[in-house]
T-cell receptor, first 108, second 112 residues
Framework: GENVEQHPSTLSVQEGDSAVIKCTYS??????FPWYKQELGKRPQLIID?????GEKKDQRIAVTLNKTAKHFSLHITETQPEDSAVYFC???????FGAGTRLTVKP | DGGITQSPKYLFRKEGQNVTLSCEQN?????MYWYRQDPGQGLRLIYY???????QKGDIAEGYSVSREKKESFPLTVTSAQKNPTAFYLC???????????FGPGTRLTVT
């Protein structure tokens, strides 16, 4: 089946630094790529998404880039804060497949 | 997200017993989904339903069954055939024609 690969699995940064998480997908027909933030024991919450008709989308400190040719997309968090600490998941929503997650820790 | 309820939040069962997890929504969304999440892993699709009285298997449907008799409800039964049922189960919904999925609060099932 089609897979979504996500890297890194863990990421530790200092408060104020940037964090980048990358995902690759297999299905060239896919068009919608959401990113979710999940805190311990809670439901995933959509934080940003991108559709294949754009290459980049930004929402305050969060941005997502998409390279359809290379079939990869990335989450960028700038000026990280301790409350950004969580597990982040990417997804190929058309295929209903998720990456394995990245545990982000932001150290004060 | 407040329009999706999963009950109970924690569920404990003995090995060999079937158990049914509830998912109810008042969002009037057509599509509903069941995912399983294991520690340190992403979500894996068990079953999904795009319309009442119809559902499809996901990647890991073995040992599970579902029904969709009403638009609002999509219960998941974990049968004794499921080898490793202990996990966090998430239900999600999506409006027809939209992209975004909305997740319920989840049920943590422990089978001993």
């Amino acid at each position: 089946g089609e897979n979504v690969e996500q890297h890194p699995s863990t990421l530790s940064v200092q408060e104020g630094d940037s964090a980048v998480i990358k995902c690759t997908y297999s299905d060239s027909a896919s068009n919608y790529f959401p990113w979710y933030k999940q805190e311990l024991g809670k439901r995933p919450q959509l934080i940003i998404d991108i559709r294949s008709n754009v290459g980049e989308k930004k929402d305050q400190r969060i941005a997502v880039t998409l390279n359809k040719t290379a079939k990869h997309f990335s989450l960028h968090i700038t000026e990280t804060q301790p409350e950004d600490s969580a597990v982040y998941f990417c997804a190929d929503a058309d295929d209903m497949r998720f990456g394995a997650g990245t545990r982000l820790t932001v150290k004060p | 997200d407040g329009g999706i309820t999963q009950s109970p939040k924690y569920l404990f069962r003995k090995e060999g017993q079937n158990v049914t997890l509830s998912c109810e929504q008042n969002l009037n969304h057509d599509a509903m989904y069941w995912y399983r999440q294991d520690p340190g892993q992403g979500l894996r699709l068990i079953y999904y339903s795009q319309i009442v009285n119809d559902f499809q298997k996901g990647d890991i449907a073995e040992g599970y069954s579902v029904s969709r008799e009403k638009k609002e409800s999509f219960p998941l039964t974990v049968t004794s055939a499921q080898k490793n049922p202990t996990a966090f189960y998430l239900c999600a919904t999506k409006r027809d024609g939209a992209y975004e999925q909305y997740f319920g609060p989840g049920t943590r099932l422990t089978v001993t």
